[in-house]
């Protein structure tokens, strides 16, 4: 792909041109997704994915790659899945197997004994040692990056209230990966998991969730402090729950009466978008760096990237920036804007086109008129 004005460079002999015409069109950058799971089963629910076999989580992750890749979303960070899945759906997709989102994995998420994401096997660690042991082992396989969980979540004996790697053991896995150069994310839902976090310098910190052991979200001002001293990254995931939140208000809207379950989980997903949306805004405030993920997961849930930057403006960033943390600085969170992140001389043409003003309306985005990885036509 060459850019530039007519005139400004000779049509290269024996090639056919493909003349795209996006006039009064806006491009950027191809999106960037910090947090996505591509592979993870077809249902909601942990356990209910981990019904599926590998081959079947396979096949859904080369679906979603698909669906990914046509929204506009031209890399992600595979950030864990079951076995060699991840590994093996990026290295299909490397060897041109099928299209899709250039995938960067973390393989299989480090975790405690019984700790969050332990279905995905050969994955936990207990103590400073051995999370070096497993953070090597991985690397050895050829993952991107690491991730961790530093906190319980939605797996089945795990509490997202509670921390579960201590400081030293995390700190264990960002000394082992800078080591070769790679980068750390860390599931971060409890309150005490961000401060962790933070003083072991992981890279980025994904949801910063605050959880208290009562359930309510928190905010605690010196594991902020420490984030931007040290320059780590924060990625909100903030559309975590969103379909079902918006799928209630239409409901609503529609005239129709939520039973007393709905009217519970739509009250619990307000409460979690609002003071999530709350700490991000003072977290900016006070200097630290976005990157933005939609956790997408299940079949069909790896789109929704945009929604993910609607709440991010919604909770007060410009568009711009919003646009920012899904490109250029995303990019730069995970070592990768030599060649990706912005449109400049020298890096892949990784370029999506919409109708409108992205940096006044962001929803635009949701629609793109043309979608180009690496210079080729999608």
């Given at each position: 792909m060459f850019v530039g004005s007519e005139g400004e460079f000779d049509t290269p002999s024996g090639r056919k041109l493909h003349h795209v015409d996006l006039q009064n069109k806006t491009i950027l950058p191809g999106l960037i997704d910090d947090h996505i799971h591509l592979a993870l089963g077809i249902r909601g629910g942990y356990?209910?994915?981990?019904?599926?076999?590998?081959?079947?989580?396979?096949?859904?992750?080369?679906?979603?790659?698909?669906?990914?890749?046509?929204?506009?979303?031209?890399?992600?960070?595979?950030?864990?899945?079951?076995?060699?899945v991840a590994l093996d759906l990026r290295d299909g997709w490397s060897r041109g197997l099928f299209q899709g989102p250039r995938i960067l994995v973390c393989g299989r998420p480090l975790c405690t004994?019984?700790?969050?994401?332990?279905?995905?096997?050969?994955?936990?660690?207990?103590?400073?040692?051995?999370?070096?042991?497993?953070?090597?082992?991985?690397?050895?396989?050829?993952?991107?990056?690491?991730?961790?969980?530093?906190?319980?979540?939605?797996?089945?004996?795990?509490?997202?209230?509670?921390?579960?790697?201590?400081?030293?053991?995390?700190?264990?896995?960002?000394?082992?990966a800078e080591t070769v150069g790679k980068t750390v994310s860390a599931h971060c839902e409890a309150f005490d998991s961000v401060g962790r976090a933070a003083r072991a310098g992981v890279h980025i910190i994904q949801h910063a969730g605050?959880?208290?052991?009562?359930?309510?979200?928190?905010?605690?001002?010196?594991?902020?402090?420490?984030?931007?001293?040290?320059?780590?990254?924060?990625?909100?995931?903030?559309?975590?729950?969103?379909?079902?939140?918006?799928?209630?208000?239409?409901?609503?809207?529609?005239?129709?009466?939520?039973?007393?379950?709905?009217?519970?989980?739509?009250?619990?997903?307000?409460?979690?978008?609002?003071?999530?949306?709350?700490?991000?805004?003072?977290?900016?405030?006070m200097g630290v760096k976005c990157v933005a993920g939609s956790d997408g997961i299940g079949l069909g849930n790896c789109t929704r990237l945009v929604r993910t930057l609607e709440l991010m403006v919604d909770a007060g960033m410009t568009p711009l920036d919003a646009i920012v943390s899904a490109t250029g600085r995303s990019a730069k969170a995970t070592k990768i804007d030599r060649y990706l992140g912005t449109l400049a001389e020298g890096k892949?043409?990784?370029?999506?086109?919409?109708?409108?003003?992205?940096?006044?309306?962001?929803?635009?985005?949701?629609?793109?008129?043309?979608?180009?990885?690496?210079?080729?036509?999608?």
């Open positions: 356990e209910n994915m981990m019904r599926d076999s590998d081959g079947i989580q396979l096949i859904t992750g080369i679906i979603n790659a698909g669906q990914a890749l046509r929204a506009g979303i031209t890399t992600v960070k595979d950030c864990g899945a079951r076995n060699r004994t019984g700790g969050h994401f332990h279905f995905c096997n050969d994955n936990e660690c207990d103590g400073p040692w051995e999370v070096r042991k497993r953070t090597r082992q991985l690397l050895k396989e050829g993952v991107d990056f690491i991730k961790l969980m530093a906190s319980g979540g939605g797996t089945k004996g795990t509490d997202s209230k509670y921390a579960s790697f201590e400081e030293q053991e995390i700190y264990a896995a960002v000394v082992e605050f959880i208290m052991s009562d359930g309510t979200r928190g905010f605690d001002e010196d594991a902020v402090r420490t984030m931007v001293k040290k320059g780590l990254y924060y990625d909100p995931t903030l559309q975590t729950g969103s379909a079902l939140v918006d799928s209630l208000r239409e409901k609503e809207k529609g005239g129709k009466t939520l039973t007393d379950e709905e009217r519970n989980q739509l009250k619990s997903g307000e409460y979690k978008i609002k003071r999530k949306s709350e700490n991000l805004a003072r977290m900016v405030s892949e043409a990784d370029i999506v086109a919409v109708s409108g003003d992205p940096t006044r309306d962001i929803s635009t985005l949701r629609s793109p008129v043309m979608v180009m990885q690496a210079g080729r036509l999608i």
